[in-house]
Each structure stands twice: as C-alpha cells, then as structure tokens.
C-alpha cells in the first residue's frame, strides 16, 4: 500500500516538474519567435536600398526616376520638400517598388513648382529609411551641361544677374516690381542703375570680397574701329538699395572689412559705384542706341585662413548685354 | 478448556498503520497544494515578464526627418514612424538631454506604420548638432544626432 502511495507521488512530483519545464519552454519559445520576427524587420530596414537616380527640372510637378537596389520591395510613403528659402513641405505618397525595379515618380498635385523654385527633398519609407537625391540641390530650370573648374560660378537663372533703377520714390529697393533681369536693358538714359550678380563660391574655405571688385561693360558699337569702355561700376555693399540726395542717387557703401561669402554658398554682389569705395551711382548714357556690351564681372578676394594672405583676382563672368537708352 | 484470545495487538497495528496512511496523504495534499501555489505565481510573474518582454521586442520607432524651422519663434519639427508590429505610446521628447513639451498630449498612441510630426519650440542656432531622442512607455528609444 505504502509503495503504492509513494508511487503516486513519485509520478504526480514528475508530472508537476516537467509541466513547469515544458511551460517554461513554451514561453522561451514564444519570445524567441518575437525577437526573431523583429530581428528580421530590422535586417529588412538595413537592407532597403533606394537611389533616386534622375530629378526632372523645368516641370510643373516634382517629376524624379527611383531605383530598387537593395533586397526588399519598398513602400514609399512620405514626401520631404526644402526650398531654399528656408521653407519646408511634407506630403504623403504611396508608391511600392519592387527590388530590381526602376520607377518614375510625379510628385502630389498639391506641390506645384515655380521655375525660380530651388529645393532639396528626401523621400521616406514605410520601414522608416529615407533616401534623398545625390545633387544636393534642384534647380527647376534646364540647365547648362558640362563643367569647368573656376573659383566662381554664375548660374544664368532668370534672377540671376538683375538691376534696379531710380524711380519717382526714394529708396529703390529690390522689390518684385522694381527689379529687373539685366541682359537686355531698354530704360532711360540718365537713370541710376544698381546690379547685382549672384555668384557661387566653389572653394571649400570662406572667401572675402575687396573692395577693388568692380564690372567693366565694353562694347565695339561706341567706336566701330576700336573696344571701349562704356561703364565701369564697382562693388558697393550687399543689400544696397537707390537713394536719392539732392539731384543724385546713391548706393550703400562697401564695408571697409569686406563681405565675406561663405564656403560653397551663393551670395549676391551688387555694383553700381562710379568710384571705389564710393557711393554715387552710375547712370545710363547715350541716346536711343542699341549697345551691345561684354560684361566682365571682376572680383577681387582673400581667402580664409590662407597663410601667404594672397589677393587673388577672378573674373566671374563674361555677360553678353544690350543696353537701348530710349530718350 | 476455554480459549479465550487476550492479544489485540494486529489490530491496533492495523488502525495505526492506516492513520499514518491518511495522515501521510493529507500532508501530501497540503504539500502540492502549496507547492501548486507558488508554481502558480512563479508562473505568473514569468509569463508578465515575458509577455513584457514581447512586446517591448516588437515595438520599434525612428525618426524620419528633423526640420530646425525659423520664423518669429525657431522650433523643432521631429516627425516619428512606427517602424514596429504593435502601437506605440510616445512619452518624451528630448533635445540635448533635456525633456520638451511637443505640440502633442503625452502619452501619444502611434499605430503601426503612423507618423507624427512632434513640433516644439526651440531657439537652435544654425550649424550646430542636437541630440534627439524619443522615448515609449516601454522605454525604447529612438535616437539621432541632427544639424541645424
């Protein structure tokens, strides 16, 4: 009887023993699978490859190709859009893209483009990766092809290479409605006039502008025989505007210190100085002619941090212009 | 001749041997009783920790984008994804190690694959890297160093 009993509890301890074990497994079991299954989301983050290999410029919408090199199909959700102008956009789409696959993209309906528009955007992924283009900004206009390597670079955009005048308001300032492209000049002769030139640093250091800078108009039709200088405006500060005193326009002076244009970025110079260091502005001459010009863009700078303090002298630009003075 | 039997030892053997017997059995049923009690909330406390332990697995976050915005007051835009197999509650928010109230009621219930743009305002300066982090109420984080 005893050994019966003892029996009993022998198998009934066992029973309790491996249940608890096999529960124990059970749970191990379960949790594995989970870490697994995240583990494996995880791989599939890593391993989303996508690279947007061709932006559109000069389209109303946002118009791009997108490759799938990676080893998952991907969901592409978010849309990212920066402007130059420091204003941010996001937007949703939803596009999947097989791996191997090569895709064309047209941006939302809502993200109409402008041709002056500069931007940068990024596009987001359902396993939260994000992919922007290998430019590190578009601009939506056709451009140029080639390249050349030169201190400074002009992009040739509408807004670009712009001029103001003297109006019948003191100061003239850089509104829409007073600036001007300023290839093809058909304005009146005696009006003060104010350039502005955007121009792209490609050294890896700040450079600064001196005050030497200076834009020289040279055209053949003064003298069929021979070139000679129509103009010759110096650098006056950045952000001048036209103000009158007394019968004369004027324009800011340049600082003393220079201007500085930082490392890679664009920045406008502005000309309209009869003198260097002066502040009166050039004005049109001439009468009802047609003038063709070669505008020479010359900059003179130092760079920073350079150790030999070295005055370096570049022209930026050879602008084709017409000026026509209409009275 | 009479025989009369004057030994009653087998059965008192017997009675003693069968109170010991049940004795025995109801010690051994108190015994799995308690022993049953406390595998009960070892079990318990263990399947809470890795149901826990589950879900904390399959929650998971990123930050997308940071946008350092200016205007009258600079902020912060961090747009969130749950990149993860479950819901996520969003409890904080922390720029440069210190915590900041979002434009959102903590604590925020993002469903899976959701985003959320966390906006809060901050007086960045431009050049300069920031610490950003996000953290659940499972205490998983997600973290990124970003420009301005």
């Given at each position: 009887?005893?050994?019966v009993?003892?029996?009993v509890f022998l198998?009934?301890?066992?029973?309790m023993i491996?249940?608890?074990?096999a529960?124990?497994?059970?749970?191990?079991?379960?949790h594995?699978r989970?870490v697994?299954?995240?583990?494996?989301?995880?791989?599939?983050r890593?391993?989303?490859?996508?690279?947007?290999v061709?932006?559109e410029?000069?389209t109303?919408y946002?118009n791009f190709?997108l490759?799938?090199?990676?080893?998952?199909?991907?969901?592409?959700?978010?849309?990212f859009v920066?402007?130059?102008?420091?204003?941010?956009?996001?937007?949703t789409?939803?596009t999947?893209?097989?791996?191997?696959?090569t895709?064309?993209?047209?941006g939302?309906?809502?993200l109409?483009?402008?041709l002056?528009?500069i931007y940068?955007?990024?596009i987001g992924?359902?396993?939260?990766?994000?992919?922007?283009?290998?430019?590190?900004?578009?601009?939506n206009q056709?451009?140029?092809m080639?390249?050349?390597n030169v201190?400074f670079?002009?992009s040739f955009l509408?807004?670009?290479f712009?001029?103001?005048?003297?109006?019948?308001?003191?100061p003239v300032?850089?509104t829409s409605?007073n600036?001007k492209?300023?290839w093809?000049?058909?304005?009146e002769k005696?009006?003060?006039?104010?350039?502005?030139?955007n121009v792209?640093s490609t050294y890896?250091?700040d450079?600064?502008?001196l005050?030497g800078?200076?834009m020289?108009?040279?055209?053949?039709?003064l003298d069929?025989s021979?070139?000679?200088?129509?103009?010759?405006?110096y650098?006056?500060?950045e952000?001048?505007?036209?103000t009158k005193?007394g019968?004369k326009?004027?324009?800011?002076?340049?600082p003393?210190?220079g201007?500085?244009?930082?490392?890679g970025?664009?920045?406008y110079?502005?000309?309209?100085?009869k003198?260097?260091?002066?502040?009166?502005?050039t004005t049109?001459i001439?009468?009802?002619?047609d003038?063709?010009y070669?505008n020479?863009v010359?900059i003179f700078?130092?760079i920073?941090n350079?150790?030999s303090?070295?005055?370096?002298g570049?022209?930026?630009?050879?602008?084709?212009?017409?000026?026509?003075?209409?009275? | 001749?009479t025989?009369?039997?004057?030994?009653?030892k087998g059965?008192?053997?017997?009675v003693?041997?069968?109170?010991?017997?049940n004795?025995a059995i109801v010690?051994?049923?108190?015994?799995?009783?308690?022993a049953?009690?406390?595998i009960g909330?070892?079990?318990?406390?263990?399947q809470?920790?890795y149901?826990?332990?589950?879900e904390?697995?399959?929650?998971?976050?990123?930050?997308?984008?940071?946008w350092f915005?200016?205007g009258p007051?600079k902020?912060?835009?961090v747009?969130?994804?749950?990149v993860?197999?479950r819901?996520?509650?969003?409890?904080?928010?922390?720029?440069?190690g210190s915590?900041?109230?979002a434009?959102?009621?903590?604590?925020y219930?993002?469903?899976t694959?959701n985003k959320?743009?966390?906006?809060?305002?901050y007086?960045?300066?431009?050049g300069t890297?920031?610490?950003?982090?996000?953290?659940?109420?499972?205490?998983n984080q997600?973290?990124?160093?970003w420009?301005?």
């Amino acid at each position: 009887m005893s050994g019966v009993i003892s029996g009993v509890f022998l198998v009934a301890v066992a029973v309790m023993i491996f249940n608890v074990l096999a529960w124990q497994f059970f749970q191990a079991d379960a949790h594995n699978r989970l870490v697994r299954e995240a583990q494996q989301r995880e791989w599939e983050r890593f391993n989303e490859r996508l690279a947007i290999v061709n932006v559109e410029v000069g389209t109303v919408y946002l118009n791009f190709t997108l490759k799938n090199y990676g080893a998952v199909a991907s969901h592409i959700v978010d849309l990212f859009v920066k402007f130059a102008n420091g204003t941010y956009q996001a937007y949703t789409l939803n596009t999947w893209i097989n791996p191997g696959n090569t895709t064309r993209i047209i941006g939302p309906s809502k993200l109409k483009l402008q041709l002056t528009d500069i931007y940068d955007f990024q596009i987001g992924t359902e396993r939260g990766n994000l992919f922007a283009p290998a430019e590190p900004s578009i601009i939506n206009q056709t451009q140029p092809m080639g390249s050349q390597n030169v201190p400074f670079t002009l992009s040739f955009l509408q807004d670009a290479f712009e001029y103001i005048r003297e109006g019948p308001i003191s100061p003239v300032t850089w509104t829409s409605e007073n600036k001007k492209p300023a290839w093809r000049i058909v304005d009146e002769k005696g009006k003060a006039v104010l350039f502005r030139v955007n121009v792209t640093s490609t050294y890896k250091s700040d450079v600064l502008l001196l005050s030497g800078s200076s834009m020289l108009l040279v055209t053949p039709d003064l003298d069929a025989s021979t070139m000679k200088i129509g103009y010759r405006m110096y650098v006056v500060n950045e952000g001048s505007v036209l103000t009158k005193d007394g019968q004369k326009w004027y324009a800011n002076q340049f600082p003393s210190g220079g201007q500085w244009i930082q490392a890679g970025k664009s920045r406008y110079v502005y000309f309209s100085a009869k003198n260097e260091n002066g502040t009166e502005s050039t004005t049109l001459i001439d009468s009802a002619q047609d003038y063709n010009y070669q505008n020479y863009v010359a900059i003179f700078y130092k760079i920073k941090n350079d150790l030999s303090n070295t005055t370096f002298g570049a022209t930026v630009a050879v602008i084709a212009m017409q000026i026509k003075t209409t009275n | 001749m009479t025989y009369v039997s004057t030994s009653k030892k087998g059965i008192s053997t017997l009675v003693a041997t069968i109170l010991m017997i049940n004795t025995a059995i109801v010690m051994g049923a108190v015994m799995i009783a308690w022993a049953m009690g406390l595998i009960g909330t070892y079990q318990g406390g263990t399947q809470i920790q890795y149901m826990l332990m589950g879900e904390r697995a399959q929650e998971a976050i990123v930050i997308e984008h940071v946008w350092f915005m200016t205007g009258p007051s600079k902020s912060i835009i961090v747009f969130v994804r749950n990149v993860g197999a479950r819901e996520t509650d969003l409890v904080s928010l922390y720029v440069g190690g210190s915590s900041y109230a979002a434009n959102v009621t903590w604590p925020y219930t993002l469903p899976t694959s959701n985003k959320v743009a966390l906006q809060i305002t901050y007086n960045w300066a431009y050049g300069t890297s920031y610490l950003i982090v996000v953290a659940t109420k499972r205490g998983n984080q997600a973290r990124g160093e970003w420009t301005a």
